[in-house]
């Protein structure tokens, strides 16, 4: 358990909207800057319930995540419980498994328990005397001018008054809409075509995993996608990505054991037959949002963070940690402001929405590149050169996927050095190749005994040429 020695014993009280996984952390780290924190929460006391519904049971924690809860000391206990998945695991058609290590030894990403994660910052945050949580409050309405706050719990409405209002209450949030009935918030939706399915892999007859269970395991074929992500029963949580309309298509217990011999035969005798057919046509199919929105911070006194500001695909696994990151940036601003909130939420706003864009970018641009051209020979080609470039070019050439998940370069500086690196790599073929054909030209001049001139005078005006064009094309 964090001490609480900053604890400090400022007035001003803030109210947190919203206690899943962003939420819950941003009222720690406003306590430990000796904030009031009051939290609102629609759902009851996730950890005083026998079941929670909702979205996705596992998720990939990686490094923007981890720093943002070594802030709160809770890192190590959160990891604790957590498995590390130090490669991915490629399945193909066939059945084989190719194993691809994500870097070097400390460079895994670790599949936390959704709901652990969530009862563990809860638990956190409580522990802190300047905060108090607020469950079975659901936000309808807020007076941003007046600064209030109108709750509906159980069957009443309650009002109460804040200073600052963070809006950490996900993908649908209210406190956004509230925000673009005050002012001019711009927002953009996009539901993508692709719709998702949790399925459970049970551990085997020994009780052991099914799978080795320190990979993510990848099921690349095109338009459908499969994952894999450990959990410390020994199970696996298995998503499967695919259109809306290939779901509907599949209507009977035939139609479903088909698909699965067709397209996942290696997994089907893993999943359990009865075990998938259950889970499959009583599980609810998940549909996907992206959500973009500017700016982040309106009327003096709200901020939005993590999903409520930044809804993105799940394709780099970065939700979380991208919500995560925000709040930490915003604590680093209130750091840097000396605690003043609103100094620290105009910083905090001017620049860091290029980054939650540019997150919400790279994972639909991640989307359609790996549905559009990504099968599991492609999958391992495209890590392999990726592999070798970074051995051959270590400061200069790092894998998206590494600078995404094992660092916290800003998500876009990321899109820029990455365009910037494929550009190298590009023109590096190209000129290659054309290299090459006049090589082949000199041999064939030598062979065919050609006017000396062309060899003295031409040839290297040609290679200047080329020379020359590969400098410019590089440089601009
Ligand atoms: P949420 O988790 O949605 O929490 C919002 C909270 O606000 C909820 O508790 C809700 O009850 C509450 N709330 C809502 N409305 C109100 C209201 N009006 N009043 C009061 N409270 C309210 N991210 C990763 O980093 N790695 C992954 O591997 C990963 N995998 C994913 C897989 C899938 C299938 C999906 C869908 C997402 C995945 N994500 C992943 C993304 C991650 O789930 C989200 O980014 C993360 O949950 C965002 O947290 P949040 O607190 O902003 O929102
Ligand atoms: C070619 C090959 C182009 C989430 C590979 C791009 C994402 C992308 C959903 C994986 C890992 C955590 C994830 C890699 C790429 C989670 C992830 C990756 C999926 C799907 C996921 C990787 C939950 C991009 N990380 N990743 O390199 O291992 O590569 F496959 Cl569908």
């Known amino acids: 358990m964090a001490t609480r020695e900053e604890v400090?014993?400022?007035k001003q009280s803030v109210a947190v909207v919203g206690g899943g996984l962003v939420g819950s952390l941003q009222a720690s780290l406003l306590a430990k800057r000796g904030f009031r924190v009051d939290l609102y929460e629609s759902r009851a006391d996730i950890r005083r319930m026998e079941h929670v519904s909702g979205k996705s049971i596992n998720l990939a924690l990686s490094v923007r995540g981890r720093e943002a809860l070594k802030t709160i000391r809770l890192e190590k206990t959160v990891l604790d419980k957590a498995i590390p998945m130090h490669s991915r695991m490629i399945h193909s058609l066939s059945g084989k498994m190719s194993v691809q290590p994500y870097g070097n030894k400390d460079q895994c990403i670790y599949s936390v328990d959704r709901r652990k994660l969530n009862e563990q910052l809860l638990t956190e945050a409580e522990a802190y005397p300047n905060v108090t949580l607020h469950f079975n409050h659901k936000l309808v309405r807020a007076n941003l001018d007046e600064k209030t706050l109108e709750f509906s719990t159980n069957d009443e409405t309650s009002t109460v008054d804040t200073d600052f209002l963070f809006g950490c209450d996900g993908a649908y949030s209210t406190v956004r809409r509230q925000m673009m009935r005050w002012g001019r918030l711009n927002y953009e939706q996009e539901y993508i075509e692709h719709g998702y399915k949790e399925l459970t892999m049970p551990p085997n007859t020994n009780g052991d995993f099914a799978l080795p269970p320190n990979h993510l395991h990848i099921w690349p074929r095109h338009e459908f996608m499969m994952i894999a992500l450990p959990n410390t029963d020994q199970s696996f949580t298995v998503t499967l990505f695919m259109p809306f309309s290939t779901f509907e298509a599949i209507e009977?217990?035939?139609?479903?054991?088909?698909?699965?011999?067709?397209?996942?035969?290696?997994?089907?005798?893993?999943?359990?037959?009865?075990?998938l057919v259950n889970e499959f046509f009583h599980n609810p199919t998940?549909?996907?949002?992206?959500?973009?929105?500017?700016?982040?911070f309106l009327a003096g006194s709200s901020v939005l963070l993590g999903d409520a500001a930044?809804?993105?695909?799940?394709?780099?696994?970065?939700?979380?940690?991208?919500?995560?990151?925000?709040?930490?940036?915003?604590?680093?601003?209130?750091?840097?402001?000396?605690?003043?909130i609103i100094k620290a939420a105009e910083k905090y706003s001017r620049t860091h929405w290029r980054d939650c864009h540019a997150i919400a970018e790279l994972s639909k641009y991640n989307y359609l590149e790996m549905r559009s051209h990504v099968n599991s020979r492609l999958f391992l080609l495209f890590k392999y050169?990726?592999?070798?470039?970074?051995?051959?070019?270590?400061?200069?050439?790092?894998?998206?996927?590494?600078?995404?998940?094992?660092?916290?370069?800003?998500?876009?500086?990321?899109?820029?050095?990455?365009?910037?690196?494929?550009?190298?790599?590009?023109?590096?073929?190209?000129?290659g190749g054309v290299v090459l054909l006049v090589a082949l030209g000199c041999v064939l001049f030598e062979r065919s005994g050609a006017y000396l001139s062309l060899r003295y005078r031409i040839l290297p005006c040609v290679v200047g040429c080329v020379l020359k064009d590969f400098h410019k094309r590089l440089v601009d």
């Open 8 to 10: 400090g014993d400022r």
């Open 385 to 431: 050169i990726d592999k070798l470039l970074h051995y051959l070019l270590p400061n200069v050439y790092i894998p998206l996927y590494t600078m995404v998940a094992f660092t916290r370069i800003p998500y876009h500086q990321v899109v820029l050095r990455s365009a910037r690196q494929r550009k190298i790599v590009k023109i590096t073929l190209q000129t």
């Open 286 to 296: 998940g549909r996907l949002i992206s959500v973009k929105c500017y700016p982040h």
């Open 310 to 340: 930044h809804a993105v695909v799940p394709f780099y696994g970065q939700g979380m940690n991208a919500g995560f990151e925000d709040c930490l940036i915003f604590y680093e601003s209130l750091l840097s402001v000396g605690d003043d």
């Open 252 to 275: 009977t217990e035939e139609d479903l054991l088909a698909f699965f011999v067709k397209h996942f035969p290696d997994s089907l005798d893993k999943l359990g037959v009865e075990n």
